[in-house]
């Protein structure tokens, strides 16, 4: 059984491999080197607000064990722990006993004085716990359910659309029947059904999203390739006899993927917000920034009021998201025909 | 136009068919006859009065085969009442299901339905507005609002409208419902105003978007040009024009008015379609559960017929086949 | 042009004027109940979910009781005052004492007081055409004996009564008949009973006579009289609401003989009762009867509370003559609606709490409004448990296993746990048995529920488990607590435990599920660690001890012992003290139990729950208790007080609608004029 942080790690190098990879792809493609150039000239503030995100996810999902302090009671399983970059920000046995406001020196009931007064930036929550820590690993949470949902997704959309839209006759028929299906049952029951068979992990609630939320796309990639499939080189190519699976790849798939990239920004902060429901309902993932609003939920009618778990939660959240859906709005200003040519 | 219909119709009836099945594996995978009788007879109870709970149900009949006798199943039943809309009663309390719809439909209704009405009213009127004013800052200032409003989740708009309404400002109950009509609008009022605000920023925006590239067709260009007043123009023919992008997108949200918004009516107590949802899921109903979601998915179908048709009356170009 | 720009203007300003006109119009102010109610005497309360049955042979629930208790009056009931529980005779003359009969049994003899009548209610026709209502006769005590008994109830107490001499042989006769005959179960309720044949040990003698005889001595029986399971029910209403042809089911239209009735059932809404005015008490105020004036006698405290003010002593119950409830999901809302006035009394939220309690008592502000505050410790426990099948963490892991979970007890500190999620409320518990019930000692402490690490650490290494590595794996040992509530709430309240455990270096897992899975864990025996807690059904040791009897283990009989523990010496002194009186052998048996559970530690004993009740200034003598009793007859409420203080506390705040318009208006017309300008 491999280690999660072990799986964690190498996933991070995936990812940061692939990134690679699609970067000299970019490089080599004018359309997409221009696009990505235009992307930075209308919206440089939200995409560096991303690319924090998207830095601090990636720091606080590298981790290993090792190389931490025996506890202040003797405990050794700081030792066994895997503790990521971010964790290491953090001094260990960084928690009190229960709330202080941020930057206080004593605690908010009782006054007793604090372990580590005036070092939490962003105070503590009910069980000590330091506020700014907590949210810094919300943003792994947030990015998995976004990007690992949207890599369920569209794959599962292309497939499926794709082949109807080429294919068409039975198959058609059958992927419509499917979606049709999928489509007729509330979304957000489907969600706490299959959350509830499948069980509470971070990998079982984004599938589960992944199902409820991949027919929009399916039906768009299917809209497109029936008007890609007549195209004269398509036709062309299939007249010669070319394998239909080497039309789909080279001429269908590519020109697609201006809306693949359209689609996964729209598609993430809309998962990120769904998660947030999901965590009232309590089957959200351990650690989001949804479940931390949750459990914050009742603190505002405390007298005197505890707004600062809220207070991060919320602004984090809300900074992704508005950052997220800038930087979606610019994506498809350039990238879709139809706006471009609207263009003044 | 007759034959396109019944094909449709035919296909909607095999959609639900598929939606039932659906339904029944995921339920009977994730909730057990002894657990469902358990949250209808109680936590203290002994095992022997769950058996016996099951047993009066009919829920130790085999799921999905039964060698002696094939219609005598779980599924097969499932399958027979639904179709024939014989709800019967819920697992939790064995209360009439259609009683229970039947309490529900109107303070669902009364919560969706004006918020519906209200938001596609104010969402229109302000995107006409914006449209209108492109390039200004009014537009740009209204864009931003919008992605801004589209960006909160709708738990804090909630949390938030409950605290400063309710609480602060005093000026609505925080929670609850009475049906008559001198006191429901007093505790509407907070939902109506949560729900039109945190739908609005979305919905504001696709408006505006439609408008706009409505507004950029040539003949708007040749109305001006001609000498038509700008108020005319939006008014008549760009309205009009982009109603279809505009239909689809609300047709398509008729369905949920009924079956309730679950949000909404859980967090301010209303007891319609959508908290009666909610509970059956907690509770294991799965009777009432079924019947939810299979009204869901007939409205849902018909709904997608009725935009189908409703093109043709809006839009002479369209010719179904 | 122009002119049609400006109809746009006008049209805008316009439909917002409307629009806020009408939000106004709609009713501004936070009142949630319709018309002035300041001369009739309603009590105002809130029930946290919709109450599934008012069937009494049905409901077990707190919540339910709270509205059946009131509705239907048993032949027994609690004093009002008095703590620890007393009994006192209800619909009965007196208490029956138990007679020893031949064979082993003891019989109970109730004389019912004659001339008391069921409230009025149309399903009384069936019996006599044109009558509204009849006396209550022995053979309604029978007939819901009955009711318990038949299998298509599914009564959840079914267990207790079978005590009763002949209980499980009707039910198997009713059966019999049903399965038989296809029609039998066709026919009017009271004649399948009858044909039954009744149950053997239910005599009706006589029509104010009921004679109960036991298989073997139960002296426990008593209490379960003072309960809804054994209120007298009506055949008719049973016959006539059975749901068909749009009429009501009997669970959801209670026909009770109690001193108030239903006067609007909305379940998940809405549920008022009205003063019932055929009730005994109003009926016959000259018999004098303990159930129907108010008691003369209670138990310190009270007379300084206000409670047994000479003025209100010996008067006819009941004061008021509405309850009016409402179903609040959401805690929050509920409390904030209380502290408006709109709900007469509450718990207290965790998260008022500080507002609310100053060091125990009243804060200034609070006091200030009138309030009071009532403090009581409820007959319950709450514990975390190990499954001692376990082979990590149960007996077969031997002493081992009883090692760790000593040194697992020794760190858990419920009074930290108190202060940090319930304000320092909860009494902390070092046995199962609570206070107020017979077998509670104040002066124990249980060796192993002071918080000591140093100890902890010893015992695990004792265990083989130095500072928590399991020297098989080399790593710290990994336990699960098995969790079944995924809601937030629940997990930061677990999280605090495991941190406990990890102080010792024990690396305890969350497995949070929702309840049904959790249930199927607990079935397959696939848990560890769990938490739980028990309410008392009556105010004896037994009620608790039991849930420590090796027969009533989940695995063996699912029953609620769900730690499976079993302790033959246990389970042999649980059988010798169960029957016996509270006397010093008794008490003798219960301490050697308690020693057993303090090594064995399967359980860890976590607090028992203390309720701090608000009562407004205008409620006059109420008392909560932790046990169902028909509290609503002896409170009262100053009605004029109420509607004034309300109306002071709600004024709502306008000026900020006020505010907002104008900034607005600011902010749009300037543009708009820039734009009109700019146009031309």
Known sequence: MVEPHVASNLVVAVLVAGALFVARAVRKSDLWRGSLRELARRRPLALGVVAIYVLVALLDSVAWTGGGAVGAQGDQLALHEPRSVVDRLFPGDFGERSYSVPLASAEFYGGAALRHPGRHWLGTDILGRDILHLTLKGARIALLIGGFTSLIVIPLALLFGVSAGYFGGRVDDAVFFLISVLASIPGLLLLIVLVMVMGRGAVQVCIALGVTSWVGFCRVARGETLKLRELDYVQAARALGVSELRIILRHVVPNLLHLVVITFVLLFSGLVLSEAILAWLGIGIDGSWGQMIDQARDELSRDPIIWWNLAAASAALFGLILAVNFVGDAVRDVLDPRTLREDR | ?321 | MRGVRQRWLGRLILTLAVAFGLLGLGGCGNNPYPGADDSVKVRYGALPEAPKTLDPAVSYTTLEHAITANVYDTLLEYHYLKRPYELIPGLARELPEPREIPGGRIAYRFHLRPGVRFAEDPCFELGEPGAKTREVLAGDFAFELERIADPAVTSPVIATFAKIEGFREFSARLAALRDAEPGFAERRIDAQYAAAGGIEGVRVQGPHELEIVLAEPYPQLLYWFAMPFTAPVPWEAVALYDGREGRDFFKDHPVGAGPFRILHYERRSRIALERNPGWYGALHPEWKAPGAVYPSQGEPGDAEAGRLDPATVGLALPFLDRLELRIEKEDIPAFNKFLQGYYDASGIIQESFDKVVHEGALSPAMAALGMELEKSVEPSISYLGFNMNDPQVGAPAGERGRLLRQAMSLVVDSEEFARVFANGRGVPAHSPVPPGIFGYEAEYRNPWRQPDLARAKALLEEAGYPDGIDRDTGRPLRLSFDLGDPSSRARLRALFFVNAWKRLGLDVEIAATDYNQFRDKVRRGAYQIFQWGWIADYPDPENFLFLLWGPMSESKSGGPNTANFADSRYDALFLEMKDRPNDARRLELIREMRGILERERPWIELDHHESYALYHAWMRNVKPAGLSLPSAKYVDVDARARARLRKEWNRPVVWPAWALAAVVVALVVPGIATFLRERQ
């Open chain 2, 1 to 321: 136009m007759l034959a396109y219909l019944i094909r449709r119709l035919a296909y909607g009836v095999l959609t639900v068919q598929g939606v039932l099945l659906l339904l029944f594996v995921l339920f009977f995978l994730y909730a057990t006859p002894t657990e469902m009788a358990r949250r209808a007879v109680g936590e203290k109870a002994p095992p022997e009065v769950l058996e016996q709970w099951i047993v009066n149900h009919g829920y130790d009949r085999p799921r999905v085969w039964n060698p002696a006798n094939p219609s005598d199943t779980l599924l097969a039943d499932h399958f027979r009442r639904m179709l024939s809309f014989d709800f019967g009663r819920s697992d939790a309390d064995d209360s009439p299901i259609v009683e229970r719809l039947r309490q529900g439909v109107v303070p669902s209704l009364s919560v969706t339905l004006p918020l519906f009405v209200g938001g596609l009213a104010i969402g229109i009127a302000l995107s006409l507005f914006v449209a209108y004013f492109r390039e200004t800052y009014i537009d740009r200032a209204g864009v931003v609002l919008c992605v801004l409003g589209m960006s909160v989740s709708i738990l804090l708009y909630i949390i938030g409208g409950q605290f400063l309404l309710g609480k602060l400002l005093r000026w609505f109950p925080i929670s609850g419902f009475d049906p008559q009509p001198a006191l429901v609008s007093r505790f509407l009022a907070i939902p109506w105003i949560i729900g039109l605000l945190s739908g609005l920023g979305g919905e504001v925006r696709f408006y505006r978007t439609v408008f706009v590239e409505e507004t950029s067709r040539d003949y708007v260009r040749t109305a001006r040009a001609k000498g038509c007043g700008d108020g005319r123009i939006m008014w008549r023919h760009v309205l009009r024009n982009a109603m279809i992008p505009i239909l689809t997108h609300v047709v398509v949200a008729i369905p949920f008015l009924f079956t309730g918004s679950l949000l909404l009516e859980s967090f301010f107590g209303i007891p319609g379609l959508g908290s009666i949802t909610v509970d059956a899921i907690h509770g294991n109903d799965f009777s009432t559960l079924r019947v939810m979601v299979y009204i869901g998915a007939l409205l849902f179908v018909l709904a997608q017929i009725v935009t189908d048709v409703s093109y043709t009356l809006v839009d002479p170009r369209v010719r179904l086949e």
